[in-house]
């Protein structure tokens, strides 16, 4: 191979392992990580520096092992009433992660939180993040908050709320869901978990509706 080839995947699989280095998410760095040390893997073996070889590709069949292990995850998944947990904890834990809850929903006030339908999410029984809904007529509620806290953001709650547990919209006779944002990583998240985009003509916020089966 053209050295200069070689030369761009040894600094592509830099790029990726540095990259991973710098992720909350486990998920996102497993996978990252993953490119990386096979990058480094090819690199090594058309270098013939053996031991960066063989290094590296044990820790991308770990990453492998890992991202299966992921994937069959079996976690736990609860959510309880801001009523039942109560206001002192609650207020805890809002203020711990206030500077990321509020770069997801600048909007969204305490006190709004506390006035509304509100809950604590829990995985394997800890407290992961704060769902909020207010319902805006008989089959339709908008999502004020659905935040999860940087260690456990990988698409599982919200596969297990929209998904597996839609019993607890059904059971409120609720079957569209509304959220208003103009945050990127919100919006990427909420397309993801098959939300669609709609645009909202009085601001520059988006609407993003979801029909639930």
């Known amino acids: 191979m053209n050295q200069n ?7 592509l699989g830099s790029i990726f392992v540095a990259i991973s280095l710098s992720l909350n998410s486990v998920w996102k760095m497993r996978w990252i990580n ?6 480094f893997t090819i690199y090594g073996y058309f270098i013939k520096a053996w031991p960066l070889c063989i290094v590296n590709a044990y820790i991308t069949i770990m ?6 292990e992921l994937t069959r995850d079996t976690s736990c998944f609860q959510m309880d009433s ?3 947990i ?3 904890y609650f207020d805890k834990f809002y203020k711990f992660y206030e500077d990321d809850i509020r770069s997801f929903f600048p909007n969204i006030k305490y006190e709004t939180l506390k006035s509304s339908e509100t809950y604590l999410m829990f995985r394997n029984m800890i407290p992961v993040g704060i769902f909020s809904i207010k319902i805006k007529d008989a089959n339709r509620a908008q999502i004020l908050m659905d935040y999860i806290v940087p260690k456990f953001r990988d698409l599982k709650f919200g596969a297990y709320l929209y998904e597996k547990k839609s019993y607890f919209f059904r059971d409120k006779d609720i079957k569209e869901l509304e959220v208003i944002t103009n945050v990127p990583l919100h919006e990427k998240y909420l397309l993801k978990l098959g939300f669609k985009k709609i ?9 993003f509706l979801k029909e639930l089966i």
């Open 34 to 39: 993953l490119f990386g040390c096979a990058m």
């Open 199 to 207: 645009k909202n003509p009085d601001d520059n916020q988006n609407i």
């Open 86 to 88: 109560g206001e002192k």
């Open 82 to 84: 801001l009523e039942n």
């Open 63 to 68: 990453d492998a092992w890992y991202i299966a």
């Open 5 to 11: 080839y070689i030369e761009i995947i040894g600094y």
